[in-house]
């Protein structure tokens, strides 16, 4: 049973920043492409950014391309999110997701195990 655990959310100004954390457990962590999406009331949830398994590829949304960093320590079998220069638009539920297969993937389908999300609301 493949269980994906986040934590680290909360509320912070605008400008400040957030870690977030994602441990896995139930397979071959290095084996899989991690991703983190988040969904905002009223909104589909969105693509954020994603890592290969061995730390090769890594790929952002537009969106958020030089405020966030996405990492895994695969011996730890957890992957992260640095969040920096956070915005009132970044407020959502974030959820880490772990994918199929080896390679990232920014589409929904391509991910088969998803945590329960943790929220990050950024104030004005």
């Known amino acids: 049973q493949v269980q994906l655990v986040e934590s680290g959310g909360g509320l912070v100004q605008a400008g400040g920043s957030l870690r977030l954390s994602c441990a896995a457990s139930?397979?071959?962590?290095?084996?899989?492409?991690m991703g983190w999406f988040r969904q905002a009331p009223g909104k589909e949830r969105e693509f954020v950014a994603a890592?290969?398994?061995?730390?090769?590829?890594?790929v952002y949304a537009d969106s958020v391309k030089g405020r966030f960093t996405i990492s895994r320590d695969n011996a730890k079998n957890t992957a992260y999110l640095q969040m920096n220069s956070l915005k009132p638009e970044d407020t959502a539920v974030y959820y880490c997701?772990?994918?199929?297969?080896?390679?990232?993937?920014?589409?929904?389908?391509?991910?088969?195990?998803w945590g329960q999300g943790t929220q990050v609301t950024v104030s004005s």
């Open positions: 890592i290969s398994g061995g730390l090769i590829f890594i």
């Open positions: 997701a772990s994918a199929r297969d080896y390679y990232t993937a920014t589409s929904l389908v391509s991910y088969d195990y």
């Open positions: 139930g397979r071959t962590f290095s084996s899989h492409a």
